[in-house]
């Protein structure tokens, strides 16, 4: 399994970047293919982004698509997502995963989770 630590949250205006970090540990990151979810209060765990564990395909939600991007660094074991032109919407704990199956936007296929990183949009 891989350890996953998420970092890079914090509050910011709508409108503003943030850039989330999430470094992980154990043998299998480079063969992962790694998600990063969001789950906002009374909501579910909803997809954001995905990167397969080359980095030659990615993935985002409808909801961020244009906003996000989704890239990792194997030689550092870090995934990251630079999120641009955040909204009050995009609130919400990010958490990143990692599968060793392929990219999905099913939280079920994933093995491994981090522990969260809060990001807050004020309007």
């Known amino acids: 399994q891989v350890q996953l630590v998420e970092s890079g949250g914090g509050l910011v205006q709508a409108g503003g970047s943030l850039r989330l970090s999430c470094a992980a540990s154990?043998?299998?990151?480079?063969?992962?293919?790694m998600g990063w979810f969001r789950q906002a209060p009374g909501k579910e765990r909803e997809f954001v982004s995905a990167?397969?564990?080359?980095?030659?395909?990615?993935f985002y939600a409808d909801s961020v698509k244009g906003r996000f991007t989704i890239s990792r660094d194997n030689a550092k074991n870090t995934v990251y997502l630079e999120m641009n032109s955040l909204k009050p919407e995009d609130t919400a704990v990010y958490y990143c995963a990692a599968t060793l199956r392929r990219s999905s936007p099913h939280p079920q296929d994933y093995d491994s989770w981090g522990q969260g990183t809060q990001v807050t949009v004020s309007s």
């Open positions: 154990g043998r299998t990151f480079s063969s992962s293919a």
């Open positions: 990167i397969t564990w080359s980095g030659d395909n990615t």
